[in-house]
């Protein structure tokens, strides 16, 4: 079954840390650049980071230096390292697939995964 599932969301306070998985079949794994997306409340879906099927990362400037993405090839897993979130970083976070000069597998009209809440919070 093809498929991207995220967990690892919670209640953190600021300035703590908190790791996302998001783990993927494998023919996306291998075949797919991921990503992982955030909806803040009230808020657009905005991409937060990328990781490419080479390995090559590339975050959006909001969480530069705080996040880190990676990717587990034995777990078929892409992670989200969060280090010292703030508020602003609360939302749902999802994360999705890119296929290289053909488009992701969920699109913007289609329904996404169920994601993982994460909120910063004191």
């Known amino acids: 079954q093809v498929q991207l599932v995220e967990s690892g969301g919670g209640l953190v306070q600021p300035g703590g840390s908190l790791r996302l998985s998001c783990a993927a079949s494998?023919?996306?794994?291998?075949?797919?650049?991921l990503e992982w997306y955030r909806q803040g409340p009230g808020k657009q879906r905005e991409l937060v980071a990328t990781?490419?099927?080479?390995?090559?990362?590339t975050y959006a400037d909001a969480v530069k230096g705080r996040f880190t993405i990676s990717k587990d090839k034995a777990k078929n897993t892409a992670y989200l390292q969060m280090n010292s979130p703030q508020p602003e970083d609360t939302g749902v976070y999802y994360c999705n697939a890119l296929l290289p000069g053909r488009g992701r597998y969920f699109g913007p009209d289609t329904n996404w995964g169920q994601g993982t809440q994460v909120t910063i919070s004191s």
């Open positions: 990781v490419t099927i080479d390995g090559r990362t």
């Open positions: 494998e023919i996306l794994f291998n075949n797919y650049h």
